[in-house]
């Protein structure tokens, strides 16, 4: 078990740079989950510390070593890749004895290794068998055998469900949750998918197109995220996003519809230019004398626990997340409120999140 | 088929038989001739019915030869050919998976370099660069030799090519979790690598044999000594003293007898053949 260290980590191929001045400490036995849309760098950050890619710039560190220039096999890591990547050839015993067996361990303490990690998995009906006779779950399973056996001091994760399907994810979700609970190994752990990254992680890693967006826990990134980009990035529907200009105790929009600030929320001076944020979950439909905006529904979508209401405000998507129950059509025109200590103002120029005081 | 008409299954096998008497007929009246005695044969029309001089006919191919060509025994033409087929399928399906793993495998300079190079040696066959081959195998006195007969042969890039082409199907993260493993290349080639291409190689095998088996200018031009006759050249040889001094029953029990290795190799090998030809094991 060891403590993985990015300091100021950046990588290019050729000319075009995708990695920029990375910095992250995962704590040992910590559970860390990169996430970040297509082709933001997550795969490229994993196989940086893996050492299957060599860095630009910076420093890794795995277990207060750093390791720029040693050998993957000597990193004392393991991966699970998203196609598993087994040997399809050795049946799933040889699969996850095969690390050890270069290692030069001896045949007696292999088996013993093989034995335990099949147990955890449930694997043990299916030694004998090849990849090819297995389901999907079951590979997964096996290539997180493979990992397990080694005893590795930090498991890398790249997008290990992303090849089942959605049922048999949530299934393996808690299991992946459960064994990092019982070994406690360090992981990291790359997904573009934030229902994963918000159960699974301790702290999560919000990468955009090569650079760290936010770091923290996953309910504080969801609560106050860093950036539009992560507010828009995390929650199912992402948070609502208006730009416009602060006027008296109002909010104008670019094309002059303007939404009412309720008193006692923060906001930005009076003049500036700004991004308000709110989650669909936040809009709750109130009397027409205090609505903040109103807006006209267009399409619904009811997932039977909760319905959303999509429409356009100012040519702005928006959706609003209402009760199961709630009676509307399209066409509904739905006064909304806000609530005051959950409206997020980002600045349009940066996208940082403005930290106001109420007022 | 599709349809089930039975005019056109007709056809169809009509066809097939056409196919297979065009093929077999010649077969067949080689085997006749090789049962018969050399008068038999002779005859005009020539007698369609096996004879009896089968044992006899074999028996003195194999062990002596065509004693009017003053051939060697066929049983030695036997060997040699043997020899060479199997070197030059080993020598090129082991040289060819290597340097496909190299070209795929491993970033060095002027590496597509030296792909092309290897992939322009497709165009370069023995016959077509046999003047300059022949003057230096004989420079090297390698003339009446195994290695001058096989080593030419091994030479050229079609097993190389298509041993690239399957490499690059199989997914990179199989070379990364080998070396995640521990795995040094030279281990990756031999524990996964070559159990990968088995299929790839058992098929290219049975090619390869049948290529070394029927080589024919190459062994022509460079053996003058009967003992390294290959069978192709030695059946060639027993007929070059023209029609009356050529003892038919002989060459043509000499011709089944060469007909023989090849045909057993694609039978033996059948089922590895086609799975290597038509599925890859990922
Ligand atoms: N070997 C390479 N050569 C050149 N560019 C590369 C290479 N590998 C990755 N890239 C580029 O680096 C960027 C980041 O790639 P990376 O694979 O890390 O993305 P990702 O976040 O894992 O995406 P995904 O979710 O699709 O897996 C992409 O723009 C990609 O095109
Ligand atoms: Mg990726």
Same mark, same amino acid.
């Given at each position: 078990?060891?403590?993985?260290? +990015?300091?100021?980590?950046? *990588? ?60 993957? *096999? ?76 080694? %005893? ?208 | ?45 020539? /007698? ?50 290597? /340097? ?23 165009? +370069? ?55 995640? %493993? ?99 094991? *990922?």
């Amino acid at each position: 078990m060891a403590e993985v260290v +990015l300091r100021h980590v950046s *990588k290019s191929f050729g000319k075009t740079q995708v990695i920029y001045d990375m910095d992250l400490v995962v704590a040992d036995g910590e559970f860390v989950v990169i996430v970040g849309p297509s082709g933001c760098g997550k795969s490229t950050v994993l196989r940086m510390i893996a050492g299957l890619e060599p860095v630009t710039g910076g420093v890794i560190e795995i277990g207060g070593r750093v390791v720029n220039d040693v050998e993957p *096999k000597d990193r004392n890591i393991a991966m699970v890749f998203q196609n598993y990547a087994l040997y399809p050839h050795m049946s799933v015993r040889e699969n996850m004895a095969y690390g050890l067996r270069i290692r030069g361990m001896p045949k007696a303490e292999i088996a013993e290794h093989v034995a335990r990690a099949a147990k955890i998995l449930e694997l043990e009906g299916l030694l004998d068998r090849k990849p090819r006779e297995l389901s999907g779950g079951q590979r997964q399973r096996v290539a997180m055998g493979r990992a397990i056996v080694r %005893d590795p001091a930090a498991f890398l994760f790249d997008e290990p469900l992303s090849n089942l399907d959605a049922k048999l994810r949530v299934q393996m979700r808690l299991e992946i949750q459960k064994l990092s609970r019982e070994l406690g190994t360090t992981s990291l752990y790359v997904t573009h998918d934030q229902v994963e990254a918000m159960t699974l992680a301790h702290r999560m890693v919000v990468m955009n197109a090569g650079r760290v967006e936010q770091i923290g826990a996953p309910l504080d990134v969801y609560l106050r995220p860093a950036s539009a980009f992560v507010a828009a990035f995390i929650g199912v529907p992402p948070m609502n996003l208006l730009a416009g200009r602060v006027g008296e105790g109002a909010f104008t929009l670019g094309n002059g519809l303007v939404v009412r600030l309720p008193a006692g929320a923060p906001r930005p001076p009076f003049g500036a230019e700004a991004i308000l944020g709110v989650r669909p979950e936040h809009l709750a439909p109130v009397g027409e004398a205090e609505a903040a905006l109103t807006l006209t529904v267009e399409t619904i979508e009811r997932l039977g626990a909760d319905t959303l209401a999509h429409g356009t405000f100012d040519g702005n998507p928006m959706v609003v997340r209402l009760p199961a129950e709630a009676t509307l059509q399209p066409g509904t025109r739905l006064a909304l409120g806000l609530v005051p200590d959950e409206i997020h103002w980002f600045d349009p120029q940066t996208q940082k999140r403005l930290d106001l005081p109420g007022g | 088929m599709v349809e089930k008409r039975p005019a056109l299954s007709a056809a169809a096998y009509a066809i097939l038989a056409l196919g297979v008497a065009i093929v077999a007929l010649p077969v067949y009246v080689t085997f006749v001739a090789s049962t018969q005695t050399l008068d038999q044969i002779l005859e005009v029309p020539m /007698s369609l019915v096996p004879g009896t001089e089968l044992l006899a006919n074999y028996t003195a191919a194999l062990t002596s030869g065509s004693e009017r060509a003053a051939s060697a025994p066929v049983g030695r033409m036997m060997v040699v050919s043997l020899v060479v087929a199997l070197t030059v399928s080993f020598g090129k399906i082991v040289i060819s998976l290597l /340097s496909a793993f190299a070209i795929v495998y491993f970033r060095f300079p002027l590496r597509m370099f030296f792909f092309w190079m290897i992939f322009v040696t497709l165009m +370069l066959p023995v016959e077509v660069r046999i003047l300059p081959t022949y003057e230096v195998i004989a420079d090297l006195h390698l003339l009446n030799t195994y290695a001058g007969l096989t080593v030419p042969l091994i030479a050229s890039a079609t097993a190389t090519f298509l041993f690239r082409q399957f490499f690059m199907t199989i997914p990179d993260e199989l070379a990364e979790a080998a070396r995640i %493993d521990g795995a040094s290349p030279m281990r990756f080639f031999w524990d996964v690598v070559v159990p990968l291409s088995r299929t790839n190689m058992a098929a290219l095998f049975v090619i390869l044999f049948i290529y070394g088996w029927n080589q024919y200018l190459w062994p022509l031009l460079i053996t003058t000594e009967e003992s390294m006759y290959t069978v192709v050249i030695g059946i060639r040889r027993m007929i070059a003293g023209g029609d009356a001094a050529t003892e038919w029953n002989i060459v043509m029990a000499t011709a089944m007898l060469a007909m023989l290795p090849p045909a057993l190799v694609v039978l033996l090998m059948q089922r590895w053949f086609v799975k290597g030809l038509v599925e890859t094991e *990922k």
